[in-house]
């Protein structure tokens, strides 16, 4: 086994991605700070545009020279794949739960029934071992029958639809998060500027209906890649089990 999958290129992209959408987030806060630090002048006031881009720091000093330019881009790196932790720490502490619930109720009958028959073998062979009569109901199957499994198709199957699953349900994650952050930057910024009541509505508006339903295409995705992973993983599951099976009888007799 290659120690060095852990850090696999879909394994890094799947954190950094989304961890970039979130930074975006961050640094509008990050905007808001510098512009509020700053004295107020003749300029104050004015456009979306004027407030969030002419005389923002990234306009202001980041782009002013190359050297700003490229300690920027150093920092964005660091920071994306911070957040991209963070983006996948709140997904399996919050949400993973609710995504599991939801395939639960797509996933075909009779791989059900599969998986409690592994689990039914696989709390008989922990049973036998322990000489418990309790079972282990968080026993997990797919880490039980690791071992008799070959690791590079299984981890095949779980970089093709478990790693998607994982990217798209971050990826939504930090477009909320992005969203909320410059939710805030705009109704602080643009609330005192003399900016009128419906350009403010439309600013906020416009972003949300996209985060709305890009975020909403993300989910169905990352849900439908979760199921297909399940199911592939029961029928690998199932296939090893059988075929080892047939390989013992066969040597017995």
């Known amino acids: 086994m290659n120690p060095l999958s852990a850090f696999s290129f879909g394994k890094i992209i799947k954190t950094f991605i989304p961890g970039l959408i979130a930074s975006v987030g961050v640094l509008f806060i990050f905007d808001l700070i510098y512009q509020v630090?700053?004295?107020a002048g003749d300029d104050a006031g004015g456009s979306l545009w004027q407030s969030l881009f002419e005389r923002s720091f990234f306009s202001q000093i980041v782009l002013q020279n190359s050297v700003a330019a490229t300690v920027f881009g150093a920092f964005m790196i660091p920071l994306s794949l911070m957040l991209g932790f963070f983006t996948n720490t709140l997904l399996w502490q919050f949400a993973n739960s609710s995504f599991r619930a939801w395939v639960e109720k797509e996933l075909d009958p009779q791989l059900i029934a599969a998986r409690r028959e592994l689990k039914k073998k696989a709390n008989a062979e922990l049973k036998a071992f322990t000489g418990s009569d309790e079972d282990c109901e968080k026993a997990s199957i797919e880490t039980y029958f690791l071992p008799m499994v070959d690791f590079e198709k299984f981890s095949y199957v779980r970089e093709s639809y478990f790693s998607w699953f994982e990217f798209q349900a971050n990826s939504a994650l930090a477009l909320v998060f992005s969203y909320c952050l410059?939710?805030?930057?705009?109704l602080v910024l643009l609330a005192g500027a003399g900016v009128s009541a419906g350009a403010l509505a439309l600013s906020l508006i416009l972003p949300l209906v996209f985060i709305a339903l890009f975020g909403?295409?993300?989910v169905f995705a990352a849900k439908n890649n979760l199921l297909r992973y399940q199911e592939r993983v029961?029928?690998?599951?199932?296939?090893?089990?059988t075929r080892?099976?047939?390989?013992a009888a066969d040597e017995a007799s």
Do not use: H, N, W
């Open 37 to 39: 630090a700053q004295p």
């Open 216 to 218: 909403t295409l993300l």
């Open 244 to 247: 080892e099976g047939r390989c």
């Open 234 to 241: 029961l029928l690998f599951l199932v296939c090893c089990v």
């Open 182 to 186: 410059y939710a805030l930057t705009v």
